[in-house]
């Protein structure tokens, strides 16, 4: 397998973490209440930590001199990789956990299979990624129970993030061509085997929070091919203003 | 959001060995949530290995008002402490 696929390989996993921990970022100071506030930032430092740690193994590997930074800052929308799932805009906190539940769920299936990976890096990385994780999926779980069978108000707006958002969980378990490559090289994961225990555990959940679960059978898709919602755009505005304002600039 | 959640404190062992100590209060509607938040809250910054939290209204608390017969009868009784034997040298930390 070529450098480059490899590197393609980890963009697919390492943009989820980037761009929804920007998505959680843009919370900071805006929690419903304090301690939700410090919990999602929390979250979103670990999902940059680990954002880090894939780029910075994607800077070594690629041959142009690329950084972290480069990474992270200068590519243009069609080059990130992250499923739509991530990218959406935060609406309200019920929102923002249904997102934060329906990605914990399959982010930590996939970690859990990354760590067997034959490339000891990627390897590396999941098995310290594990224990961040299984601590989002948890309070996300918790939050949907609470909300979903909490007062009527609550249950109702988690009930609409569900159904709003039910749409873009397939496109999860698509694989690319790189996902393909790295799977049948020992390095990435067959994400299509973690569906069936996805859903699973997303509806023992559900139901536990007495909530409804979508009939829906059509999907979204085409983040991982780079082709990304009307809300992409405005997301990386904001990513990217510093580095494209200052090129090269450091903190 | 107006946030009418209960009040819990929060006790964290710093290390094994150690004993809890107070650390600081915090708002959650149970004691799951509590100890999450405590978690994100107080111990971030690696400050512990242990948590407990109870509710405040648990905590059964003296009045200041009457520190006066509670405390200071005990400030002029010298002779509740044993400073009037003499040690020896090797005995530390008396």
Redesign the interface.
């Given at each position: 397998m070529k450098n480059e696929n490899i590197i393609q390989y980890i963009y697919g996993i390492a943009d989820n973490a980037l761009i929804l921990g920007q998505r959680l970022s843009e919370l900071c100071g805006h929690g419903?209440?304090?301690?939700?506030d410090?919990?999602l930032t929390?979250m979103a430092l670990d999902l940059l930590g680990q954002t880090r740690s894939y780029y910075q193994y994607a800077a070594q590997l690629s041959e142009d001199g690329k950084t972290e930074d480069d990474i992270a800052f200068l590519r243009i929308e069609r080059q990130y990789k992250n499923v739509l799932l991530v990218e959406q805009p935060n609406r309200h906190f019920g929102y923002v956990i249904t997102r934060q539940f329906f990605y914990d769920v399959f982010h930590l299936l996939l970690l859990q299979e990354l760590q067997n990976s034959k490339d000891e890096t990627l390897s590396a990385i999941a098995k310290k990624a594990i224990k961040e994780v299984s601590?989002h999926q948890?309070?996300s779980s918790?939050w949907v129970k609470?909300l979903g069978d909490g007062t009527e108000e609550s249950h109702q707006k988690v009930q609409d993030a569900v159904d709003g958002l039910w749409g873009f969980t397939d496109e999860l378990f698509h694989m690319t061509e790189d996902d393909t490559l790295a799977f049948e090289s020992g390095i990435g994961v067959d994400v299509t085997k973690l569906k069936e225990t996805y859903y699973k555990r997303v509806s023992e959940v559900l139901e536990e929070a007495t909530l409804t679960i979508p009939e829906t059978k059509w999907f979204q898709k085409g983040g991982k091919q780079g082709i990304h919602s009307e809300h992409m755009g405005y997301l990386l505005s904001d990513l990217q203003y510093m580095q494209r304002t200052y090129p090269n600039m450091k903190w | 959001m107006k946030n009418n959640w209960p009040l819990w404190e929060v006790f964290v062992r710093s290390k094994n060995g150690l004993e809890h100590r107070h650390f600081g209060s915090l708002h959650a509607a149970d004691a799951e949530m509590a100890l999450e938040n405590a978690r994100d809250v107080y111990t971030r910054r690696n400050e512990g290995v242990s948590i407990w939290v109870v509710a405040s209204k648990n905590i059964t608390a003296s009045n200041p008002e009457n520190n006066g017969e509670l405390f200071e009868p005990a400030q002029d009784k010298v002779y509740r402490h044993p400073t009037f034997y003499s040690l020896p040298d090797e005995v530390k930390h008396m």
């Open positions: 419903p209440s304090l301690e939700t410090i919990a929390n601590y948890r309070f918790d609470r | -």
